[in-house]
């Protein structure tokens, strides 16, 4: 995991000693001394231990950008978990946001929705569950973040408190709207509580008064149907909030207040760094790891069973769904949707070599799609921009494709233009069901050699300069519902 060490501002002080527990006797001064010219000459000398820093509201805003958990980073471990939590934290963010909902014997417990059938696969509304009833479901977010990945529990609010309050800033939500007076009270039983929990809530709810009269600060995140009434609500909290699907527009339309602003969900590098350049100053990120750290990975993590920090459906809006499905077992990711599908490798970019070669196989399991429809490979993008397939996409770069007929084509694909200029076509064998099919791209500065090496070696050559990006995207570029294959994805 690649850490976010520049976050908030450590409080390491030691307090006051009384001067005659600092003073040393002279004997004490001479023994002391003795001993560590001994203990020199022995022992290399060790540094002094750093204690870990303390976050609290006030140095999280000194930053110009600071980060903080969505979910404890839900893109990369089970969300809402104390395992997503201490990741997060290990990660190196100051700040966590936690969902509350209270089970029916009023147990407040850290989980987002209302139900629990989305993260557990039980159809139970929590106030319908004893905490005992709750406590034995297990949040499963294989769908999402990989066959591999381990069931966690549900932690109780106080444990993650006990664990984070007085280390971190926590953003906390009640997410019933019925809590907030028991919820209130469970803050203020911790020491300093005003300096390490913010009041979260949609902008339009109707908390917010009692947590400021409890000295809190509060945050209110704006959706899109509560934008028309940002005049009249924005005043009323410290802190606004603006989704990160809002258009350039609303976005400098909420900065404009003044107010220090948070986007949610951040997912990618790109939209971390255009909200920013908006003058949005926190970033409440779903996937700490990979946008905090700049490294690519050289190859694919298929053949572990958990998706890489990175590797994202072109939509997160669809909710877990929308993630093809990762077969460990053949190292092999399977893009199985119904539509027009693109898969970014976010983990394995950028490439930052001028001359570079991208290797991968491909392959229909199960049939063929129409002679007309095709699948492969898009690289060169410039960022990490979702990969648009078809449809006016706002990143540009190459698109390798493959028919069942056998025709290889090479197509530049510049923003805007879901139809690409074609580059170059050359005839290839027919595909067949379940054949696997290896390609080779080789780029420099001045040229593109694309190949298809599982027959006779066929190639082509472009010298076409536009993009020379570091993103890579898997694609399917069809809407029936035809399953294609991915495996053995490297950079070189």
């Known amino acids: 995991m690649h850490a976010n060490r520049s976050a908030g501002k450590s409080g390491t002080g030691t307090g006051n000693i009384p001067d005659d527990r ?56 089970p969300e809402h978990t ?12 100051p700040a966590l946001e936690v969902s509350v ?18 993260v557990t696969g039980q159809d139970r509304k929590v106030a319908e569950l004893t905490y005992a009833e709750l406590s034995g479901l297990r949040v499963d977010a294989r769908a999402w973040l990989g066959p591999s990945t381990a069931l966690e529990p549900i932690p109780k609010l106080r444990d993650v408190l006990d664990r984070f309050a007085a280390s971190h800033v926590i953003f906390i939500e009640d997410k019933q709207g019925t809590n907030t007076r028991t919820l209130l009270d469970l803050m203020d039983s911790y020491p300093n509580s005003t300096g390490h929990f913010i009041w979260k809530q949609p902008a339009p709810a109707l908390q917010v008064a009692a947590a400021a009269k409890r000295g809190y600060k509060t945050w209110g995140y704006f959706m899109p149907d509560a934008i028309p009434r940002l005049d009249e609500l924005a005043a009323g909290f410290d802190y606004l909030g603006v989704y990160h699907t809002a258009d350039d527009a609303t976005v400098r339309k909420v900065v404009a207040y003044g107010k220090p602003v948070i986007c949610w969900e951040v997912h990618t590098r790109s939209a971390a760094n255009r909200v920013t350049s908006l003058g949005v100053q926190g970033l409440m990120c779903s996937n700490i790891p990979y946008v905090t750290s700049a490294t690519a990975e050289p190859q694919d993590t298929f053949s572990t069973g958990s998706r890489a920090a990175g590797d994202l459906p072109w939509t997160v809006d669809q909710g877990w769904g929308a993630q093809p499905v990762i077969d460990a077992a053949s190292a092999s990711v399977v893009l199985d949707k119904s539509e027009n599908f693109s898969y970014r490798l976010g983990s394995m970019g950028p490439v930052t070599k001028e001359i570079h070669s991208i290797t991968f196989e491909m392959c229909w399991p199960q049939e063929l799609p129409s002679n007309l429809q095709h699948a492969g490979i898009a690289f060169g993008q410039q960022d990490d921009t979702p990969y648009r397939v078809l449809v006016p996409s706002s990143v540009g770069g190459y698109h390798l494709i493959i028919r069942p007929a056998g025709e290889l084509v090479l197509y530049r694909r510049d923003p805007g233009n879901p139809a690409g200029t074609r580059l170059q076509t050359i005839a290839t064998s027919p595909v067949k069901p379940g054949e696997w099919m290896h390609f080779k791209i080789d780029v420099t500065p001045s040229s593109i050699r694309f190949s298809r090496v599982d027959g006779a070696g066929w190639s082509g050559e472009t010298m076409d300069r536009q993009y020379r990006g570091g993103y890579i995207s898997l694609c399917k570029d069809y809407p029936a519902p035809v399953p294609v294959q991915f495996r053995g994805v490297t950079v070189t």
């Not at 001064?29 to 231990?49: E, H, Q």
């Not at 147990?107 to 629990?116: F, G, M, P, T, Y």
Request: aromatic share 6%.
């Open 22 to 77: 600092r003073a040393l006797s002279r004997r004490q001064a001479i023994f002391l001394g003795a001993s560590g010219l001994f203990l020199a000459g022995c022992t290399p000398a060790r540094p002094p231990v750093q204690a870990p820093p303390i976050h609290t509201v006030a140095t999280l805003f000194e930053n110009d950008r600071f980060i903080v958990a969505h979910r404890g980073s839900g893109d990369n471990w």
């Open 82 to 93: 104390m395992h997503a939590y201490e990741q997060s934290v290990n990660s190196g963010v």
């Open 101 to 118: 909902n209270a089970t029916k014997d009023g147990v407040l417990v850290c989980h987002h929705d209302q139900s629990a059938l989305r």
